[in-house]
Structure formats: structure tokens, C-alpha cells
């Protein structure tokens, strides 16, 4: 009896996540993988919902419609037949659904069922971990401090250095004018390129916010990047330094406090989150804020590292820009559906929000020439988007079987005029892919507070949705 009624709800589940997957695949050519809602789980929850909203919703209720229909048959069929007659027909159903529909899944899968259970061990697993991480991160850094005071650099006055970090959200170099695009999309970066150091082909070191930004931040690889939980940052060795440190972003709260990007923010001495909780706060914000710390400095003798964590053009695109910046049309307010037959109107909005972005380099650069004190910006994202690739159905980040253009990323620094430093990445470095793992190494190279660079600033790896991946590999 127990069988009986346990191979009905076996058979529906088999059969609804497999339906899931399937028109998943015909509509976006890319499973609906548990690691994604496990990647969802760690995001906010507004966010979460925008992301489903433009692209999975017809999905989802076709999928729970079949459902609905299946269970509703599933009764018909046990009402209408004689039990031992429908006890053996749906013994069978039962061995030909699970076999047919699983032989259908693999068809759209490479990676185990181990392997997706082993993620979902390592997200909540990580969620612990960071919670413990975050205690003995403040001891270390305390014990530092205590062994080595020397540390702390004394300036003179008006001589203390201000460096600014403006990180893009989903920002690809292949929409951006600066880096050959078709479109004119930084037109403020064209006008002050002779001032910018411009490196072509950066390669960010994942697909996800979640991981990118913690290894950019700090001397771990890919291959080690777990280790994170227990390495230093730029933060924490500005902070030895006697730098203030600041970390303020546009980005919404995530779902839990325990992620490795927390884990950074953490490290600052101050942390500001702009972004309201309908998620429409623009990223002008970002530019209040500074101009508050640099208002506010109780000495000029006092080093800043200013982080500004932009919301970019993270999807939806159409949100990010404020009206009066609109300057691709047609963008309608609400674009309801990302999918091919509003692929200009998607592009015209992504594009917007890189011209957007151009803005908000242009409003830090202007307050950067301003102050006395020796300046610098880098910029860059977190990584990339796709923005309809692959026969046109490709959208948005963070796929297990990733396409190059989430990885292609911009990488820039600027310099005032009353900056010293004249380091510049070498040319020999330029011609092959620069990882943003290496960004650590090349902050305090491009600061003069380090006299050379590793031979190589390459990784042969990515991290796709948490995976390591050879880069050389990536479509």
C-alpha cells in the first residue's frame, strides 16, 4: 500500500523538474540548475525576484500547469481503473517516465547529480564557515597590528593619498566604445583616454559577484580560492597601513550576512549600503556618499581607500538609469519579458546603463581633480553579461557552461595631477589576458608601494558558478 502511494508523488517530481529543465533548455539553451537557486539563496531577495520575473516565468508556469494537469489525470486514473489493473499500468508508466525522461536530462546536463549535491554542501557549508571567519579575521587583525605598528606611514601634510575603487556590476567591455564597441556608450572615457591606463583584455575571475570580488580583493587564486576566509585583503593592509577605509555600494542586502563578499565588506572600516529596498535607487547615490567621506575627513594627512560598489547593469537593465539619462531609445520603463523578440529594446537599456556608468566615472574623476592630495581610480566589474550570445537566446550571468563575454570585463586607472606614481603595467604584460586575480598585486604595484609585478598575470582557471573551469575552455 505504502509503494502504492509513494510511486505517484516519485513519478510527478521526476517528471516536474525534468519538464522544468526541458523547456528551460528550448527557451534559454542552459538547464535551471540547483546550483542557480543555491546562487539565489545568497542573493537579496528583490533581486531573486527581478531575475525570475524576466526570464523564467513562462517556465515556470507551464511547468506547475503540467503539474496541476498530472495530478489531476494521476486522480482520474486511480477513480476510473480497477486497482490491480491500474497498480500494474502505472508500475510500468512509472519505469518507462523515470527512464525515458532521464535519459532526456542528461541529454542538457554534463555535471553529476553528485556534483550539484556536493554545491549545495559547499554553499551552506561556506555560510558557516564565514560566520566563524569573521570573528578571527578581527583577531588577526588585531594581533598584526599589535606586531608590527611600524607599519602605519606618516605623511606630510596634503600628502596623504586618496585611492577610489569604482566597481561595475555585470559590466562587458564588449558594450563599451572605449573598447571598440559599435555604439559610442563612454563618452567621457573617449574625451580623457590619452589620461586613462587602459588594459584591453582583463579576464574577472568569475562569473558570480559572490566570488569575483573577494578574489580580486585579495592574493588567493582560483584553485585556493576557499582560502579567502583566512587571507588578507588590499583592505586590511591599507588598514596597517593607517589608511580609513570605506566600502559603500548600491547593491541591495543579501539574503544572509554570511558570504564571502560580506566577509570583505567586513574588513572596512566603515560600510554604507544606498540601495532602497524596492531597488531603485540609482547609482548617483554612490556619488553622495563620497562626496560626504571627503567633506567629512578630519585631516588631510589621513589615507583613504574609498570602495563604490555600483548595481550597474545588473538586470533588470531598464531600472538602472535615471530618466534624464536615457539616451538609447526605444527603452521602455518595464521591459516584461527578456527574450529575442525584445532584443533591441533589452540592448538599448543594457547600453544605457553602460553610458550610465561612463557618467559616474566622470562625477568621481571631476572630485578626484579637486583635492590636493595625490589621487587615484581604478576601475573595473565584477564580471561580465551576456547579452543575447548563442544564437541569440543568451542572457544575463552566472551559467555552470559559461560564454566568454562573462568573463570580459573593463580594467582601467586614472591619476591626478598631483600623483607622483608613474608605474603602468608593462607591455609585455598587455599581450595576452590580464586575470583580475591579480588585481591585489597590481593595486599596490600601481601605488608605487610595491617595485614589481609577478611574472606572469595569468590563471589557466575561472570559477563558473563556484566550479573551476580551464579559461581556455570557456566558449
Request: charged share 20%; net charge positive.
Amino acid at each position: 500500500m505504502l509503494s502504492r502511494w509513494l510511486s505517484i508523488p516519485v513519478l510527478l517530481i521526476n517528471v516536474f523538474f525534468n519538464f522544468v529543465n526541458i523547456v528551460h533548455f528550448l527557451q534559454y539553451e542552459n538547464r535551471l540548475k540547483t546550483a542557480s537557486l543555491v546562487g539565489l539563496y545568497f542573493t537579496n531577495s528583490g533581486e531573486a525576484g527581478e531575475f525570475y520575473y524576466i526570464l523564467h516565468f513562462e517556465a515556470i508556469i507551464i511547468a506547475f500547469t503540467y503539474l496541476g494537469l498530472s495530478i489531476l489525470f494521476t486522480l482520474l486514473f486511480i477513480i476510473y481503473f480497477p486497482p490491480r489493473i491500474h497498480l500494474r499500468l502505472r508500475n510500468i508508466a512509472i519505469f518507462v517516465v523515470l527512464i525515458a525522461t532521464n535519459i532526456i536530462f542528461q541529454q542538457y546536463d554534463r555535471h553529476s547529480f553528485f556534483h550539484y549535491t556536493y554545491v549545495h554542501y559547499r554553499h551552506f557549508k561556506l555560510e558557516y564557515d564565514v560566520s566563524q571567519a569573521k570573528i578571527t579575521r578581527q583577531i588577526t587583525f588585531e594581533e598584526r597590528k599589535q606586531q608590527t605598528p611600524s607599519q602605519i606611514i606618516q605623511y606630510p601634510n596634503n600628502k596623504a593619498p586618496v585611492y577610489v575603487v569604482v566597481l561595475g556590476e555585470s559590466l562587458s567591455r564588449k558594450h563599451m566604445g572605449i573598447y571598440g564597441y559599435k555604439r559610442q556608450t563612454t563618452p567621457f572615457m573617449q574625451e580623457r583616454i590619452h589620461e586613462l591606463g587602459i588594459i584591453h583584455n582583463a579576464v574577472a575571475p568569475a562569473n558570480m559577484t559572490e566570488y569575483s570580488i573577494p578574489l580580486t580583493f585579495s592574493p588567493v587564486g582560483v584553485i585556493n580560492n576557499y582560502d579567502f576566509l583566512n587571507a588578507t585583503s588590499i583592505i586590511t593592509d591599507l588598514r596597517m597601513k593607517g589608511y580609513e577605509t570605506w566600502w559603500i555600494t548600491n547593491q541591495p542586502k543579501p539574503r544572509t550576512k554570511n558570504t564571502l563578499l560580506s566577509l570583505l565588506i567586513n574588513d572596512a572600516d566603515h560600510s554604507v549600503y544606498t540601495q532602497a529596498s524596492d531597488l531603485r535607487s540609482y547609482d548617483a547615490k554612490l556619488i553622495e556618499q563620497l562626496d560626504a567621506v571627503l567633506s567629512k575627513r578630519t585631516s588631510t594627512n589621513t589615507p583613504l581607500f574609498i570602495v563604490l560598489h555600483m548595481n550597474g547593469s545588473h538586470a533588470r537593465y531598464e531600472r538602472r538609469v535615471p530618466h534624464d539619462k536615457i539616451h538609447y531609445l526605444p527603452q521602455p520603463s518595464e521591459i516584461t519579458r527578456y527574450i529575442p523578440t525584445n532584443k533591441q529594446k533589452v540592448i538599448n537599456a543594457y547600453d544605457n546603463t553602460v553610458r550610465y556608468a561612463d557618467y559616474i566615472i566622470e562625477e568621481v574623476i571631476k572630485r578626484l581633480e579637486k583635492i590636493s592630495q595625490p589621487s587615484s581610480l581604478f576601475f573595473f566589474s565584477d564580471h561580465g553579461e551576456v547579452v543575447f550570445a548563442r544564437n541569440q537566446k543568451r542572457i544575463l550571468h552566472g551559467y555552470s557552461d559559461p560564454h566568454k563575454e562573462e568573463y570580459a570585463v573593463p580594467y582601467l586607472y586614472w591619476r591626478n595631477k598631483t600623483n607622483t606614481c608613474k608605474t603602468r603595467i608593462p607591455q609585455e604584460y598587455r599581450n595576452k589576458p590580464i586575470h583580475l586575480t591579480y588585481f591585489y598585486e597590481m593595486f599596490f604595484y600601481l601605488t608605487c608601494q610595491t617595485s614589481q609585478l609577478p611574472e606572469n598575470l595569468q590563471e589557466d582557471k575561472v570559477l563558473a558558478l563556484g566550479r573551476p573551469i580551464y579559461y581556455n575552455e570557456v566558449r
